[in-house]
């Protein structure tokens, strides 16, 4: 295993009888990282997250994993006629973590602790479960869908706490189908489809910005200012940086007496709807050529 790498799969498959599930995954998830997984229903993204959880055991493959991993999937069900504070009492116990520290966390993200877990709306259920999940400090914290029933400002909370747990050492395992959501947090991402790997790279956001005058000089400026992608196609600049960078790239191509004349967002949406017509087009021709046409 990679010093460096939290998760480590390599030609991970999982069949159940005749279906393939997950066919020859292999991915890296470096350590300290904030890490999306993306894929349609069905494309095998549980069935991969229950495997390097220990929670299901692949068909082939090796697999490495940091020691203290938790998992929080997207259904989670408690008994309905215990409140907040007792679960939490429970698994702090179980898992041995700090009580103090668990009811404070809740706390902060408004749970109700007195309420039964049957009067709770979704999304305090769904905070109560964050809650549960990072009882005892894991190193990698694998969350299937955790902003599913929260409302906007229960997905700020949550947001808020990956990026607090991540600043302090603790790798996290992302799915997500709000790729805006996984956009915002990720430093990587992986795409799968039909359990087969699509993609595994930086989570850059891409600029094409149309300007006039862009010269070598430019991006030679462009890259010791921001340590970044660029590239000039035509009169396109193509800036590989986050939405927090791109004022300064604009102002700097202003000071050198550069156009601009638009600005194109290219995020992990169109990314991701450019790989699955690519999967869905060389499918469709590796179809045609096993039926002899």
């Keep these: 295993m990679n010093e460096n790498s939290a998760i480590d799969t390599c030609n991970i498959s999982k069949s159940f009888g005749d279906c393939r599930a997950i066919n020859n995954l292999s991915i890296s998830v470096p350590q300290g990282e904030i890490f999306g997984f993306i894929g349609k229903n069905g494309a095998g993204k549980t069935t991969f997250m229950r495997i390097i959880c220990g929670l299901m055991k692949a068909s082939s493959g090796s697999l490495k994993v940091k020691k203290h991993i938790s998992f ?41 602790l007195y309420k039964k877990i049957s009067s709770l709306s979704p999304g ?35 947001r808020g706490i990956i990026k607090v747990l991540n600043q302090k050492g603790c790798t996290i395992f992302i799915s997500s189908h709000v790729l805006m959501e996984l956009e915002n947090l990720c430093h990587s991402i992986a795409v799968i489809e039909k359990g087969e790997l699509l993609y595994e790279g930086a ?52 000071e050198n007496c550069i156009k601009v004349y638009g600005v194109k967002r290219q995020g992990i949406e169109a990314l991701y709807n450019q790989l699955i017509k690519e999967a869905s087009c060389n499918e469709r021709h590796h179809d045609f050529v096993k039926e002899g046409y």
């Excluded at 000089?217 to 940086?241: R, S």
């Design 203 to 254: 989570c850059s956001i891409v600029y094409e910005i149309e300007a006039e005058g862009i010269d070598e000089k430019t991006i030679k400026l462009l890259t010791q200012l921001k340590k970044k992608k660029f590239e000039v196609k035509g009169n396109m600049l193509i800036a590989e940086v986050n939405r927090h960078e791109l004022p300064d790239v604009l102002w700097l191509l202003s």
């Design 72 to 112: 929080l999937p997207q259904n989670v069900r408690f008994r309905d006629n215990m409140n907040a504070i007792e679960v939490i009492q429970f698994f702090a116990k179980l898992r041995k973590g700090n009580i103090e520290e668990c009811i404070a966390f809740a706390k902060e993200l408004e749970i109700d």
């Design 124 to 158: 305090q259920q769904r905070k109560l479960q964050l809650v549960i999940a990072t009882i005892g400090e894991p190193e990698i914290l694998v969350l299937d869908e955790p902003t599913a029933g929260l409302d906007p400002m229960g997905v700020q909370q949550v």
